[in-house]
């Protein structure tokens, strides 16, 4: 295959596409706007599924360096009630089928596997434009521009590519997340610690509200507190002013387990607002020459634990797409598309019900989910 293809964005999705089209000698850039690869945090932890994000590392032949990454006996699960007592203690026998790693270590193993250069940093969309009959010029915010005849956007929610093809824009679900940290929890925090376990704990309660909290490598624990209220309500708070965002937070949740409301007040940093938005459950669009989509900025999802597996996927399958129809884009593109349209519904569809669950239904819902294939 001949024609150069021109990613947009170095994220999970962005660089397993870049992988697996330089495995079948494609060549390819991806432009990234952050600065370097250490210019931000990259994330927690991802479970990384036997049904699509490892297939994607194996079309990548990475999985010997994903198994390097894996950290052990973070399958582990716990489901608590709001006064602490434990529902369920699932145990990590090493069987499970979604290995636990760290989202950046995974990252570095997608950039370690490319060429140098293969990656552009410090190059931030600011417009993306049609030239007619398939190609695509790129303008950058430096006011650099690139022109290109293959165009992926794997740009994700709030994608400059997207308005190509479509209308669509995220719109909020009316559900945020607020990230805490704990350190070295095993000596500072030691409750808070025993209540999570060693891999991953939730607390679901009534009101669309819950403490989820994820052991990560070392003593640290990641905390996403889950709050149903609009936008407006979370703007009242100074999240400038860490302890005071905490313990208005806290309150949300007087009365539970002091172990529990720790992983919100004793945090290492200050909290983090992450409101979540999400594209319509089937997003899709008319074949457009020249461009398509991948990960976030075509099926953004409210959180299920699929989002960076499906991203994966979809670059891996595009990859291979491409690589199979050598002297015809089009074709590669229709049959990636015609693939990914339904499979973004079928996986962005896991875990629904138990967003509809609530209170003492919330905690039943989960604790089927992961033992009904026991």
Same mark, same amino acid.
Request: proline residues 5%; without cysteine.
């Given at each position: 295959m001949n024609t150069h293809v021109t990613i947009i964005g170095a994220g999970l999705g962005g660089l397993t596409l870049a992988r697996v089209l330089h495995v079948h000698g494609i060549p390819v850039t991806v432009y990234e706007a952050e600065a370097s690869p250490t210019a931000r945090t990259q994330g927690g932890m991802l479970d990384i599924h036997d049904y699509n994000g490892q297939l994607a590392i194996e079309a990548a032949g990475l999985m010997e360096e994903f198994r390097g990454i894996v950290l052990q006996g973070r399958q582990a699960m716990r489901i608590l009630a709001p006064d602490g007592a434990v529902l369920l203690d699932k145990t990590d026998d090493g069987a499970g089928g979604r290995p636990e790693v760290q989202r950046g270590e995974l990252r570095q193993i997608l950039l370690d596997s490319l060429p140098a250069g293969t990656v552009r940093w410090g190059h931030k969309v600011t417009s993306v434009r049609?030239?007619?009959?398939?190609?695509?010029?790129?303008?950058?915010?430096?006011?650099?521009?690139?022109?290109?005849?293959?165009?992926?956007?794997?740009?994700?929610?709030?994608?400059?590519?997207?308005?190509?093809?479509?209308?669509?824009?995220?719109?909020?679900?009316?559900?945020?997340?607020?990230?805490?940290?704990?350190? +070295?929890?095993?000596?500072?925090?030691? *409750? @808070? #610690?025993?209540?999570?376990?060693?891999?991953?704990?939730? !607390? $679901?309660?009534?009101?669309?509200?819950?403490?989820?909290?994820?052991?990560?490598?070392?003593?640290?624990?990641?905390?996403?507190?889950?709050?149903?209220?609009?936008?407006?309500?979370?703007?009242?708070? +100074?999240?400038?002013?860490?302890?005071? *965002? @905490? #313990?208005?937070?806290?309150?949300?949740?007087?009365?539970? !387990? $002091?172990?529990?409301?720790?992983l919100i007040t004793d945090g290492d940093v200050p909290p983090i607002l992450r409101p979540i938005f999400a594209l319509p459950l089937g997003h899709k669009w008319d074949r457009v020459p020249g461009v398509t989509l991948l990960g976030d900025a075509a099926h953004l999802l409210a959180p299920n634990g699929e989002g960076a597996n499906m991203a994966m996927y979809d670059g891996a399958e595009l990859g291979k797409a491409l690589a199979a129809h050598p002297d015809d884009v089009e074709a590669a593109l229709t049959e990636y598309e015609t693939a990914m349209f339904p499979r973004s519904v079928e996986f962005g569809s896991i875990g629904a019900e138990l967003h509809e669950l609530d209170g003492d239904n919330a905690a039943e819902g989960l604790i089927k989910a992961f033992t009904e294939n026991d």
């Open positions: 049609s030239l007619g009959q398939g190609r695509h010029e790129v303008t950058f915010a430096d006011g650099s521009t690139v022109g290109t005849s293959l165009l992926v956007g794997a740009d994700g929610a709030w994608s400059r590519v997207r308005p190509l093809l479509s209308d669509a824009t995220p719109e909020y679900v009316g559900m945020s997340y607020i990230e805490t940290y704990l350190f +070295d929890v095993e000596t500072r925090h030691r *409750a @808070a #610690a025993e209540a999570v376990g060693g891999g991953s704990m939730a !607390a $679901p309660a009534a009101g669309g509200k819950g403490i989820q909290a994820h052991r990560e490598k070392g003593e640290t624990i990641h905390t996403y507190v889950v709050l149903s209220e609009p936008q407006e309500w979370f703007a009242a708070i +100074d999240f400038t002013d860490g302890p005071a *965002a @905490a #313990a208005r937070i806290a309150q949300e949740f007087d009365g539970w !387990a $002091p172990e529990l409301t720790a």
